[in-house]
């Protein structure tokens, strides 16, 4: 098992950055990738950005690219991401997620195991 606990989410006017962070404890070992979804009111969850844990490659929506960054810090077993340039459509709950599996490109909900309660962001215009 792997426990996720996120935080830095909050309430930021349009333009405004956050950086949101997520801890994993437990089973780290087994983590292959880390990433971040998120889900608007009424909408369905989706992708936003996702890190592989030994090569670092990173891979992002296209909503988000230019924006946002995610980056991870392995001696801690803790991811980030760094948002900024927000806009009122990013407000979401945003949820943190680990893959225990070796996936070539990690971006799907369906290749995620563990998932984090959420934080949620609001951006005001």
């Known amino acids: 098992q792997v426990q996720l606990v996120e935080s830095g989410g909050g309430l930021v006017q349009a333009g405004g950055s956050l950086r949101l962070s997520c801890a994993a404890s437990g089973r780290t070992f087994s983590m292959y990738a880390m990433g971040w979804f998120r889900q608007a009111p009424g909408k369905e969850r989706e992708f936003v950005a996702s890190v592989r844990r030994v090569s670092g490659y990173t891979y992002y929506a296209d909503s988000v690219k230019g924006r946002f960054t995610i980056f991870r810090d392995n001696a801690k077993n803790t991811v980030y991401l760094q948002m900024n340039s927000l806009n009122p459509e990013d407000t979401a709950v945003y949820y943190c997620?680990?893959?225990?599996?070796?996936?070539?490109?990690?971006?799907?909900?369906?290749?995620?195991?563990?998932w984090g309660h959420g934080t949620q962001v609001t951006v005001s215009s």
């Open positions: 997620a680990v893959s225990t599996r070796d996936a070539l490109i990690p971006t799907m909900i369906a290749q995620y195991d563990y």
